[in-house]
RNA sequence: GCCGUCUUAGCUCAGUGGUAGAGCACUCGCUUCACACGCGAUAGGUCAGAAGUUCAAAUCUUCUAGACGGCACCA
């Protein structure tokens, strides 16, 4: 069969998603091992109001090649998909769009019909990343699509907020809080950003004292900064330090607060540092959360000057009322200053709190919220990180110390969201204030006695839902009585995927796939969401949420800025897909050094566009030379043993093959993604493509090829030192297309489906029991079974197939060896070539003379070293006996090689050749010289060190004066 | 202010004690019958700077410079 020229990604994209999915694959249930250990990974639920970033697309990539890698490894292995509600997001896009075609608030429609339209917003756009992922070879579990709005996960919700306020560990109270005016909404520490402002301004606000202090040349005024001087119409105190001899005597004074009718009085405090600005504090304590506590300790009235929207109110005085903050803050000053009260204004570098999401000022206010009391899950998160190392972070440095350090310095955390889209606080009142959390209303009436209850406005941040996201994607809602009551495996929302039916085992998600074993993420959300996690997981489940966490880095923009919407740097992987291929965008994603960030750098997917176009031509050329027998296959005993050149080469293949798969094993063990990806590449352009198949050319076509499969090993065919070139190269290339697999979905299942032989029963043995009826029997439906890529109805497919592990009993140091003298050898005539400038075309003969061992060496592979030298003729002794007019090289193993050069040799320019290959093994002879003469080195570095420079150094030697000997030859004739 | 990371070839990046690596770009040569998204051959780094530990440092320690991240504070 004929393959095209070029590989194009998008006519393989098109086609094996869906095949996949129909096969049943994504799921779990498609392992029939029943001792099949679990593997399972739960995604960072996107936003139901993104798109697919290049942030995604990295942490995807990594997750899908840990899962297509367990699970050819014949692991029941899980990946679960979901999305997440995004409270303030959603709201306001919705809020937005209400305004924009109806003219309309959310309270013109009232909660109900606003909730309506988020929940139509959510089914318009809320998959939009979650079906982007289809396009990205995700093999994510579709029937277990989960979102945090689910009745299930919402149950779960509930269930842990009646819980924790049962315990004690959630409450309700008044305190300063970080809200967004624009929002309407307190958040949380960790939703505030910070901003520096250069253009900031402080402004020093004359207070008249009272009673204006006769002595110490005591001034009538007490003067006080301020970046916010509007909230000086909140001011109910002036705080000094006790011990600052300035203004001791005020204490205890009073001041009337310009602008205001009020009088307030001079306090000392030791939160006030004397050193710092004029000494003296204006006192705000229902808009500053230091002034907060100053005023709980001095009993002073919190006097609230601000609405909810930023704008000031009546409590501020009439003037005032119902002004934007900021018009009050100009009103004030300019006020100030006709009252001849402003003393100055300084420029002053400030950095602002902001809101996160809109960048809006925060403000901080007194508002009656929703919190949790860290301090048990607090103890929880450090007693699994610092006692059982849980999560292992990836890399460890710096997010284990991180991490810990955050817990340790735990502060509460507001929960309560003044949204309506959300999960509802389950906390009812009656009319005299009491509160009634309960499961449900029915549950809260019961408590309350029947009374008449309405149900908290508010909403929970959704950070609270996805903390439990572990376990509540796995059916865990906490309710029926402390049994662990389990959602049916279909998702309680409209599956993204519908298959009909749902066999699932009797055991649970729950029991089945909790702890899951890796979660990846960025590191921007290892507060909100990790720590979470791993707290609440552990708190209700007991169990650990997960037991590593793979922290990515950042791709940066071309200007190594994060990319973003508003820099305009932001590269769409869905272009980068249409561009250069999915495949080879994943491998890109997957070669950067695990939690490094990376300049995003389009040259660097093309050079994996290059590696899938390698790929498919060296697939495309091996089975060119296939044969046609190469279709029938078995091994064939009968050529083993039969002594042939390429023996060499196979040995050498598969050594190398096997070294690979056993090193590849091991990177993605410790997720070194990067690690991996140079293995596989250098493995298969390298060894496979620049060396296997080039000397496979010497030899006529292959009679016949051999597909062997052992699902232990990756086994040499039959013919490890037999005759059969062809045999041995589909083997190393059906092999090496399983190891791609998890990089390189489409491209290896492409030129798999292809190859001659491959089948159903090369399925690892836990796909293999019984003809693959999965979830709910979809294969046995055979309309919705596409006819697979190439012949035969069969169900075949790599992503079954088994991963390749590597067998160190095939690892041929021997054949390593002797193929590093073979490659010397090609090297160094081709260099002679180059360097004398000698036409491609121009065949030469090679003398090569070395020891009899080597000899054989070179006489064994004769053909192979005649084609890719471009040599007419080899000529293979224990000396060279060659014309002056020859270049010379040496080679590893002492070994010499001459090409005579009569009539074509430049003698400057080999003279010239001879003394840079001359100077460069001098340097290297020096320095070792250096280091063997330091008696130091000898005795204390370790013997075998010692002994490999002694034998560099011999081998140098000889390799010098042979050098030199040519040199001094072609001086003296010429 | 506290904690931490980074600085390696023109570019983007690997490399945690023992002779500096990759891809791309550059230079030279190739219509070699899988691939020009290719093949072959070169060239290019005193591993930011300084000091120290060590027989041996890109790698460990300290300091300096620059870039950056997290947390805290910000009257």
Same mark, same amino acid.
């Given at each position: ?214 002595? !110490? ?137 902001? /809101? ?51 817990? *340790? ?28 959390? !309960? ?109 590593? /966490? ?138 496979? /493509? ?154 030469? !003969? ?88 330091? *008696? ?39």
């Amino acid at each position: 069969m004929e393959l095209a020229k070029a590989y194009d990604p998008k006519e393989a994209e098109s086609r094996h998603y869906e095949r996949w999915e129909q096969l049943g694959c994504f799921h779990p249930e498609v392992n029939k091992d029943a001792d099949a250990k679990a593997y399972s990974i739960v995604i960072p639920p996107p936003n139901v109001t993104g798109s697919l970033h290049m942030g995604h697309a990295l942490q995807h990539t990594i997750m899908d090649v840990l899962t297509r890698w367990k699970r050819m490894q014949g692991f029941r292995t899980l990946w679960l998909p979901g999305t997440d509600h995004a409270g303030i997001s959603v709201q306001r896009k919705v809020v937005e769009q209400l305004r924009a075609e109806e003219n309309k608030s959310p309270l013109d429609i009232g909660r109900e019909e606003f909730l309506k339209r988020c929940w139509a917003w959510k089914e318009e756009y809320g998959n939009t990343i979650i079906e982007q992922m289809r396009r990205e070879g995700a093999s994510v579990d579709w029937t277990r699509h989960r979102f945090t709005m689910d009745p299930g996960l919402s149950a779960a919700v509930r269930s842990v907020f009646v819980r924790l306020y049962e315990e004690g560990h959630i409450y309700r109270g008044l305190r300063i809080v970080n809200w967004c005016p624009k929002d309407k909404t307190v958040l949380s520490d960790l939703e505030v950003k910070e901003e520096t402002k250069k253009d900031g301004k402080l402004y020093y606000l004359r207070y008249p004292v009272s009673e204006p202090a006769a002595s !110490a040349g005591g001034s009538d005024f007490i003067v006080v900064a301020t970046t916010r001087p509007e909230t000086m119409l909140g001011d109910t105190a002036v705080a000094v330090n006790g011990s600052d001899e300035r203004y001791k005597h005020l204490i205890g004074k009073t001041i009337a607060l310009p602008l205001t009718s009020r009088e307030i009085t001079i306090i000392a405090d030791e939160y006030v540092d004397a050193e710092f600005g004029t000494g003296a504090v204006k006192i705000t304590p229902a808009h500053d959360p230091n002034d907060y506590l100053v005023g709980e300790r001095h009993g002073l009235e919190q006097l609230l000057v601000m609405n909810m929207d930023g704008t000031m109110n009546a409590a501020a005085g009439a003037e005032f009322d119902g002004m934007d903050r900021f018009k009050a803050r100009e009103k004030v000053v300019e006020m100030f200053d006709e009252l001849g009260l402003l003393e100055k204004v300084e420029d002053y570098e400030i950095t602002l709190p902001v /809101c996160e999401r809109c960048k809006t000022v925060v403000e901080p206010i007194l508002s009656e919220q929703w919190f949790v009391k860290m301090d048990e899950l607090r103890d929880i998160g450090l007693d699994l990180i610092e006692r059982e190392g849980v999560p292992r972070f990836v890399p460890e440095v710096p997010h284990a110390k991180v991490y810990t350090t955050w817990l *340790e310095n735990l502060k509460d955390w507001t929960i309560s969201r003044q949204l309506w889209w959300g999960h509802q606080i389950p906390a009812w009142y009656d009319g005299e204030g009491n509160v009634y959390v !309960a499961h449900s209303e029915e549950e809260a009436r019961e408590k309350a006695g029947g009374r008449e209850l309405t149900q908290d406005n508010d909403v929970l941040d959704t950070w609270f839902s996805s903390g439990l996201w572990a376990f509540s994607t796995f059916g865990w809602t906490g309710e029926a009585g402390g049994q662990l009551s389990v959602v049916s495996g279909q998702s309680d929302e409209k599956s993204v995927s519908s298959p009909a039916t749902d066999n699932r085992q009797p055991t649970t998600d729950l029991e089945n796939f909790l702890p899951t074993d890796v979660l990846v993420t960025g590191r921007d959300i290892i507060f909100l969401w990790v720590s979470r996690m791993m707290m609440l997981t552990k708190k209700f489940t007991g169990q650990t949420a997960f037991k590593d /966490c793979v922290i990515t880095g950042t791709v940066l923009g071309k200007d190594g800025k994060p990319m973003s919407k508003s820099r305009k740097n932001g590269v769409d992987p869905i272009e980068m897909f249409d561009k250069f291929g999915v495949d080879a965008t994943r491998v890109y994603l997957a070669s950067i050094a695990t939690g490094a960030d990376i300049r995003w750098n389009d040259l660097l997917i093309e050079t994996y566009r290059n590696f899938a176009n390698k790929i498919w031509n060296a697939t495309r050329f091996s089975l060119m030379n296939a044969g046609p027998q190469a279709a029938s296959l078995q091994a064939d005993e009968s050529r083993l043993g039969a002594c042939d050149p390429t023996a060499l080469a196979d040995r050498w293949i598969i050594s190398r093959l096997n070294r690979t798969a056993l090193e590849l094993n091991k990177a993605l063990e410790r997720y070194e993604f990067h690690t991996a990806v140079s293995l596989l590449y250098h493995f298969f352009w390298d060894d496979f /493509c620049d060396w296997y198949i080039e000397l496979s050319k010497s030899e006529p076509p292959a009679v016949a090829g051999g597909l062997t499969q052992d699902s232990e090993n990756v086994q040499p065919p039959a013919t490890a030192g037999g005759s059969d070139g062809s045999g041995v190269t589909l083997n190393v290339l059906e092999t090496a297309l399983r190891m791609l697999h998890p990089f390189m979905p489409y491209l290896t299942e492409e030129l798999w489906q292809k190859l001659p032989g491959t089948s159903a029963e090369m399925h690892h043995a836990a796909y293999k029991s019984e003809p693959p009826a999965v979830a709910g029997g979809l294969t046995q439906n055979s309309d919705n079974v596409q006819p697979p890529a190439t012949a035969g109805g069969s169900d075949k497919t790599i992503m079954l197939a088994d991963f390749p592990r590597g067998d160190a009993s095939l690892i041929d140091e021997a054949a390593e060896f002797e193929m590093s003298v073979v490659i010397d050898a090609i090297k160094k005539a081709r260099n002679i070539r180059a360097e004398m400038n000698i036409s491609p075309s121009v065949r030469f !003969a090679v003398h090569l003379a070395a020891k009899s061992d080597v000899q054989r060496v070179f006489r064994d592979n004769e053909p192979q070293i005649l084609r890719l030298a471009r040599a007419e003729k080899l000529v293979i002794s224990d000396v060279l006996d060659v014309p002056k007019a020859s270049a010379k090289a040496v080679l590893t193993a002492n070994a010499t090689l001459a090409v005579p050069l009569e009539g074509l040799i430049d003698f400057a320019k080999e003279r010239e050749r001879l003394a840079n290959a001359i100077a460069k093994l001098s340097d290297e002879k020096t320095r070792l010289d250096g280091q063997l003469s330091n *008696e130091n080195f000898v005795t204390r570095a370790p013997a075998e060190k010692v002994e490999a420079l002694r034998e560099r150094t011999a081998e140098l030697e000889i390799q010098i004066k042979t050098l030199n000997n040519n040199l001094s030859s072609l001086s003296i004739d010429q």
